[in-house]
């Protein structure tokens, strides 16, 4: 779901993804990335470059999963008010 989010209206290189998802390791984020393009929901474009470049982006299957991102994103950011409020008393 990280990744989907991320990539919403935005094509990323890899590197660029590192840096937004800074705790996941480079071999989890390639795992994850070949796993969501062989589902349908990251396309990866490869340019005959020296050092090559590789970019990713969602497709048309991923964009149908944006309402539902979107009420996990509001919900998790209602459940982190929640918890910082119970960690006050």
């Excluded at 970019?55 to 299957?61: A, I, K, N, R, V």
């Excluded at 149908?64 to 409020?85: A, F, N, S, T, Y």
Aim: glycine share 6%; with cysteine; proline share 4%.
């Amino acid at each position: 779901m990280i990744i989907l989010f991320h990539l919403r209206d935005n094509t990323l290189r890899f590197g660029e993804l590192k840096k937004r998802i800074p705790k996941i390791t480079q071999k989890m984020l390639t795992q994850q990335l070949r796993e969501l393009e062989a589902d349908g929901l990251v396309s990866r474009e490869v340019y005959a470059e020296v050092p090559p470049r590789v970019e990713y982006t969602s497709t048309g299957l991923s964009d149908e999963l944006r309402p539902i991102l979107d009420m996990l994103c509001e919900w998790g950011q209602r459940q982190q008010h929640v918890v910082h409020k119970k960690g006050d008393t």
